[in-house]
């Protein structure tokens, strides 16, 4: 985990709302795929703590870039800097898509990926990686319209030359619909044997995917997102509720940050969203 402050490549904005930035490092940076950072605009004193954000591209170990939309303060700070701008981040952070621990039964011979909105931004490197190990992958790629897809990435996933099912909310592109809804199919026709399926995006989405990966008895990770102040375990802000069978009552947590941000889908109490707490 390393403490420092990045300077700004490029800030490009995809389409309204949603950015890339690219950040340059004086020390190389050993960060995997499914791995977030802790960052804001340096010299700001507000906001206080640091955002967190998926890494979404290595373009090598001395940079790195991060796909953001634009919501809150934070970001917003972000959205304003320049070339040349420097960032407070704190990195690498959390667990990986393709830690041991989380590929107990090992690689299944088949991924796929399901991504929706600016969830994009954790599997994108996943992706890369299935590629290089060639593993087959099929993604699924929702999003609300055109213009949201182009900003979550959508350009950089085609250019994997990937399988690949589009899908939007008012079906400007792709098919029209949830993202989940091509996922069902494509396991009713019998297409995910040994497959693992791999998820970001909306809660209510994941909900849904963990729902079909466990009708189709399929093994399924989701990397999940909470409200974080620190990053690294301390303010326990990001905790989200498990299934604990030895827990004296259903309240069982983990930290997103520390325990995660990964987790098998089927320990998550997906009723109790990470915003409730």
């Not at 985990?1 to 389409?15: C, G, K």
């Not at 050993?30 to 605009?41: R, T, V, Y």
């Amino acid at each position: 985990m390393i403490d420092t402050i990045a300077t700004v490549e490029s800030n490009l904005e995809l389409t309204p709302g949603y950015k890339l930035l690219t950040l340059n490092f004086k020390e190389a940076i050993a960060a995997k795929a499914g791995q977030f950072a802790m960052l804001k605009a340096h010299d700001t004193f507000e906001p206080l703590l640091r955002r967190a954000l998926a890494i979404y591209r290595i373009e090598n170990s001395n940079q790195l870039s991060f796909l953001y939309q634009v919501l809150g303060r934070g970001t917003q700070m972000l959205s304003h800097l320049d070339s040349g701008g420097k960032v407070d981040i704190l990195l690498p952070l959390g667990n990986c898509w393709l830690d041991e621990p989380l590929q107990k039964t090992g690689l299944g011979s088949k991924a796929l990926v399901v991504a929706g909105g600016i969830g994009s931004a954790s599997v994108y490197l996943l992706c890369q990686e299935l590629q290089r190990r060639q593993i087959e992958t099929q993604i699924f790629f929702g999003a609300a319209n055109r213009k949201v897809a182009t900003g979550c990435g959508l350009d950089d996933f085609k250019k994997l030359a990937l399988p690949i099912t589009l899908t939007t909310d008012d079906g400007s592109l792709g098919e029209r619909g949830f993202v989940t809804a091509p996922l069902e199919k494509f396991l009713r026709e019998g297409k995910g044997e040994n497959a693992t399926i791999y998820t970001c995006g909306p809660w209510v989405m994941m909900k849904r995917v963990a729902e079909i990966a466990e009708g189709f008895a399929i093994k399924c990770l989701a990397s999940l997102e909470a409200p974080m102040g620190c990053g690294f375990g301390v303010c326990v802000g990001c905790v989200v509720a498990i299934k604990d069978a030895d827990a004296k009552s259903y309240q069982a947590y983990q930290r997103v940050c520390t325990d995660g941000s990964i987790f098998p889908a089927e320990i998550i109490r997906w009723e109790v969203t990470a915003m409730a707490h």
